[in-house]
């Protein structure tokens, strides 16, 4: 006879983990399915020669002042995560700075002036405000204040962190709430002992409430009969419950798991159009035989000529220096690397990657050296992960960040968490919410928690 339960969650990622983790703490009888045998998604970490390695983010934008740690104060854990701050730093022609205010001896007073009106701007705007700039595209509300080159560039690429989008297509009301909620912290920071600490936390939880959680088990089916979820299949066993909570892709769960007949057509191609964020990053990680750099987070900045830039991308050409974020976690965490080590990650924003992973390692290692020198001759080891190869890992589209926060997919238009199908409820990247990265993902949890949840 097949188990029933008041809730399943598909998907241990972190918006699945904040789901499951808040209906257990209901006393709600909850079970929690990933595939993989980890926890976290790309909020997960794992360990390679004494080396313990982040899958995806570094830094957690509010850390346990924003959703991450809303969540567990929410279900009356005492902040079980620790975080160690810290402020970015960037580094442009071999100098060290802070911007945005570095920018004043870079570009005429005027457009300098125009940046920190536009900051100001948004710091002040109240949230209900920003909502009527989710259709307005972010290159063009901030040339309203500059069009200084410089300046696009700087603001590109904070977008680039905080939504995964340019310029040309990022949602200037989500860029706002980002930017916004950020500096009213001032919060930034990592996880101490990586950010699985984070996925840990919420997965101890919810075996502390009595949640149920199965890995390993891969969901086939998410099982429909008269347009309500009845349960889910792993292998050739059937999980029943009339409420089902997706944080695996929502393509797959409309295109695969559930399938399209079950849909009205228009929902179907809605789900079909949807874009996800970026074209990806590559990140190499490089463990050190000895502590060679006290850089914690910097963003290094080769050129602010942003379309030259992505044209020789775009054609296959590497340019000479590159775009970088060079991350060195064991500087935040001494549980991070071995004593006297260190473990140095690299990112740059460089598409897929696909049959050019070892020339893209070449060349970030390149631009890498010019910042940490000697790099290469201390390295232990190299791991290089593309924009697809994460995709693989996880096995899902949009790993990175999710469904894209440009005009046409935030806001009012973002894919609702609720279904056409009674009972069926998508969480994390993929639906509702709003914010940077994995707040993104917890914040949709707490969306569907207090808007959607039909369990009292």
């Known amino acids: 006879m097949a188990k029933k339960y008041d809730a399943i969650v598909v998907g241990a990622g972190i918006g699945g983990l904040a789901t499951a983790l808040m209906l257990s703490h209901r006393g709600k009888k909850t079970l929690l399915l990933e595939k993989h045998r980890f926890l976290g998604g790309r909020l997960s970490s794992f360990d390679r020669r004494g080396f313990h390695v982040d899958l995806g983010v570094h830094l957690i934008s509010r850390s346990d002042k924003g959703p991450t740690g809303d969540v567990l104060r929410r279900v009356g854990i005492p902040d079980p995560v620790k975080y160690i701050k810290v402020r970015p730093r960037s580094s442009y022609q071999g100098q060290v700075r802070t911007f945005p205010h570095d920018l004043k001896d870079m570009v005429p007073e005027k457009d300098f002036t125009g940046l920190m009106n536009f900051l100001g701007e948004i710091r002040f705007m109240p949230d209900e405000k920003m909502k009527e700039y989710d259709d307005v595209v972010l290159e063009s509300y901030l040339s309203q204040y500059t069009q200084e080159p410089l300046v696009h560039a700087w603001v ?24 916004k909620w950020e500096a009213e912290t001032r919060a930034s920071g990592y996880p101490d002992g990586g950010c699985s600490a984070i996925s840990n936390a919420y997965g101890d939880g919810i075996r502390k409430f009595g949640g149920e959680i199965k890995l390993g088990a891969e969901v086939q089916k998410i099982d429909v009969e008269r347009g309500k979820v009845k349960g889910v299949m792993v292998g050739d066993k059937l999980y029943q419950s009339d409420i089902v909570v997706s944080n695996a892709d ?21 789900v079909k159009g949807l874009q996800y964020s970026g074209a990806g990053a590559t990140v190499v990680r490089v463990a050190l035989n000895k502590k060679l750099t006290d850089i914690m987070m910097l963003g290094h900045i080769a050129t602010f000529d942003r379309e030259d830039y992505a044209k020789k991308l775009q054609s296959g050409i590497i340019p000479d220096e590159l775009n970088l974020m060079v991350v060195v976690p064991s500087n935040f965490s001494s549980k991070i690397a071995p004593e006297g080590k260190q473990l140095v990650c690299i990112v740059g924003g460089l598409g897929r990657g696909k049959g050019m992973k070892k020339e893209l390692t070449e060349a970030i290692l390149n631009t890498a050296e010019t910042i940490i020198p000697g790099l290469r001759q201390h390295a232990m080891w190299v791991n290089t992960m593309t924009a697809e190869d994460l995709d693989n890992m996880l096995g899902e589209d949009g790993a990175g960040i999710g469904i894209a926060q440009m005009v046409g997919q935030v806001g009012d238009k973002r894919p609702k968490i609720n279904t056409p199908i009674e009972g069926l409820y998508i969480v994390g990247g993929e639906a509702g919410g709003s914010g940077v990265g994995i707040e993104l993902c917890i914040n949709s949890a707490i969306e569907f928690m207090d808007k959607y949840c039909p369990i009292a």
């Open 156 to 179: 590109e690429s904070v977008s680039g962190i905080y939504t995964g989008c340019p310029l040309s297509t990022a949602s200037t009301a989500e860029f706002m709430r980002c930017l």
């Open 250 to 270: 929502i393509k797959n769960t409309v295109l695969n798991l559930v399938g399209v007949d079950y849909f009205p057509s228009d929902y179907v191609d809605y």
